[in-house]
């Protein structure tokens, strides 16, 4: 078992940054794809980035790209999503995740996560 906690979250203006994080306990993430959803008020939740187990790999959503970055430390069993640039549309709660499945180019589905966490709130103020 996979035991996530995210962090980081909070009230930021528009323009500003926050930078996400994830703490993996139970057992190593190394071996896992590890990924950041995101729910807003009233909608469904979506892919936001995706990083392979090396950290060679990553995908981003059409909406995030160029602003956020994701990232992972493996010694330390952690995974980053540094958010620039953001917008009142990036309001959401933002979710860690991890899948045991092959790293693929694109958009990850939540039914590729065997792992999640309980999220962060992250509000964007105008």
């Known amino acids: 078992q996979v035991q996530l906690v995210e962090s980081g979250g909070g009230l930021v203006q528009a323009g500003g940054s926050l930078r996400l994080s994830c703490a993996a306990s139970?057992?190593?993430?190394?071996?896992?794809?590890m990924d950041w959803f995101r729910q807003a008020p009233g909608k469904e939740r979506e892919f936001v980035a995706a990083i392979s187990w090396s950290g060679v790999g990553t995908s981003y959503a059409d909406s995030v790209k160029g602003r956020f970055t994701i990232s992972r430390d493996n010694a330390k069993n952690m995974v980053y999503l540094q958010m620039n640039s953001l917008k009142p549309e990036d309001t959401a709660v933002y979710y860690c995740a991890a899948s045991s499945s092959t790293w693929m180019w694109g958009t990850w589905k939540d039914y590729d996560m065997n792992y999640w966490g309980k999220g962060t709130l992250v509000t964007v103020s105008s």
């Open positions: 139970g057992r190593s993430i190394s071996s896992y794809t």
